[in-house]
């Protein structure tokens, strides 16, 4: 079953301005990480958030998690062209005691020159 | 570092047909799994590995079979392919699987598919 549920599914902006998905989940977790995938491509990380933080940046990215709410959103701020991509959650929820991760189902991001 | 990489990249087989996918990682890492991708569903785990001679389910696990023989490598084999198994097929690492360290290293994918 899916732990992470992304939203919107799909997300068109203009260069320069700045985009946000959200992602939900159901059960307790560990870390919340986020991935990038361009078309026709494997997954690469972005960035991971533990349970016990709130808010976290990288470069361009800004990545808050409220875990009474079970949920996280990534913001990509001054998007690029070279941003477009599917974007997906994935939550690691050491049920069995091994590190495993559930993902989402994706936001498709498309930014227009 | 190749990092990790996977064989082949595309593979068209008939119902009932055999085959196996091989990833390889040369990071030294100790977790290794295989997802499946499909239109919309995201990304599913297959089985994953703990270690060189470890196995265990994942989430879709049916209708394959995985061995670590080698720390390195990580093969996924469907014995008889059916149509609901066309996809793309992901192979990840990681290094310990530690909570708060666990960021997974993907391959490039493999495309399946099944007539």
């Known amino acids: 079953s899916q732990q992470g549920e992304e939203d919107p599914q799909a997300l068109s902006i203009q260069e320069g301005e700045n985009a946000t998905m959200n992602c939900s989940y159901k059960?307790?977790?560990?870390?919340l990480q986020w991935y990038r995938q361009n078309s026709g491509r494997g997954l690469v990380h972005l960035i991971l958030?533990?349970?016990?933080?709130r808010e976290k940046h990288s470069g361009r990215l800004r990545v808050t998690l409220d875990t009474s709410k079970k949920s996280s959103s990534l913001l990509i701020t001054a998007s690029r062209a070279a941003d477009t991509a599917s974007y997906f959650c994935?939550?690691?929820?050491?049920?069995?005691?091994?590190?495993?991760?559930?993902f989402g189902k994706g936001t498709m991001l498309l930014v227009s020159p | 570092n190749a990092g990790v990489t996977q064989t082949p990249k595309f593979r068209v087989l008939k119902t009932g047909q055999s085959m196996t996918l091989l990833c390889a990682q040369d990071?030294?890492?100790?977790?290794m799994y295989w997802y499946r991708q499909d239109p919309g569903m995201g990304l599913r785990l297959i089985h994953y590995?703990?270690?060189?001679?470890?196995?265990a389910k994942g989430e879709v696990p049916d209708g394959y079979n995985v061995s670590r023989l080698k720390k390195q490598n990580f093969l996924l084999g469907l014995e008889s392919a059916a149509p609901s198994q066309t996809s793309v097929y992901f192979c990840?690492?990681?290094?310990?699987?530690?909570?708060?360290?666990?960021?997974?290293?993907f391959g490039p994918g493999t495309r399946l598919t099944v007539l």
């Open positions: 990840a690492s990681t290094p310990l699987g530690l909570a708060g360290y666990n960021e997974q290293f």
């Open positions: 059960t307790s977790i560990n870390n």
């Open positions: 958030i533990r349970s016990n933080e």
């Open positions: 994935a939550t690691d929820n050491m049920n069995s005691g091994y590190s495993t991760l559930t």
């Open positions: 990071m030294n890492h100790e977790y």
């Open positions: 590995s703990v270690g060189e001679g470890t196995t």
